[in-house]
């Protein structure tokens, strides 16, 4: 099993949720232990459990878990906004490790009695309770920048802030990789050109048909004309469509 999620791995969980958790309701949230969750989807013949570990991990499974007796008060909290209510949504912030859950009124998304849960895989990761605006209502941790609270409740989960994944350019690649040292490979290159990350670029480098290894001072052909150039950016292409 994978010990942390990358954002490739959040945008492959986040198709899945869309196809098999939208539109059921959240019937139960339980404690596992203080960082893991249990919540319980269901509807008329189908249940669906998902374990959320923060900060690590988060897929459906099929095996019920030891629950905590005693509720935490954050769980409590949880289940007073959001229990038997209609999961609408579930998307990824841009190419950052976050889920957000939606639980919409029929108003709509933008209106008042909409809920969310925003689910961190960076870091110490963390859980959020938001309401429609995304004002902060609970958190499984308050977050400390330079002695500053960046999280708490009360406050707003900034959205804004998140990495958004652009198509690539042709010149701008090729530019990019002129600047390679001698020691650089592409993998180690391309980890480090747009918002893809590591593991997306990495695969944007094997559906190319290229090596991650590959030396690109001295072993790429970095005409923007070039087979391989050519490969790399219709296999963008692919990623981002992703």
Request: charge should be positive.
């Amino acid at each position: 099993m994978k010990q942390r999620f990358s954002a490739l791995d959040v945008r492959a969980i986040v198709t899945a949720f869309q196809q098999r958790l939208v539109g059921l309701r959240l019937q139960g949230i339980y404690d596992v232990n203080a960082k893991t969750f249990l919540l319980k989807f269901t509807k008329p013949d189908c249940k669906e459990l998902v374990i959320v570990e923060s900060g690590i991990r988060i897929h459906t499974t099929d095996f019920t878990r030891d629950k905590s007796i005693t509720p935490s008060s954050f769980c409590m909290k949880l289940r007073k906004h959001l229990k038997a209510r209609r999961l609408t949504g579930v998307r990824q912030l841009g190419m950052d490790r976050v889920i957000d859950f939606e639980f919409a009124v029929a108003a709509g998304a933008h209106a008042e009695g909409t809920y969310h849960i925003m689910c961190e895989f960076y870091a110490s990761g963390n859980v959020i309770l938001t309401d429609y605006q995304y004002n902060i209502l609970a958190l499984l941790r308050v977050v400390h920048i330079e002695d500053e609270k960046a999280f708490a409740v009360g406050m707003k989960y900034e959205l804004e802030g998140s990495r958004s994944i652009e198509p690539v350019d042709r010149v701008q690649l090729v530019e990019y990789l002129k600047k390679a040292a001698p020691k650089d490979t592409l993998k180690r290159m391309l980890a480090m050109f747009g918002t893809y990350g590591p593991a997306l670029s990495e695969h944007v480098i094997l559906r190319a048909g290229l090596t991650p290894s590959l030396k690109v001072a001295t072993a790429l052909d970095i005409d923007p004309q070039s087979p391989q150039i050519s490969a790399l950016v219709e296999a963008y292409r692919d990623a981002f469509d992703i």
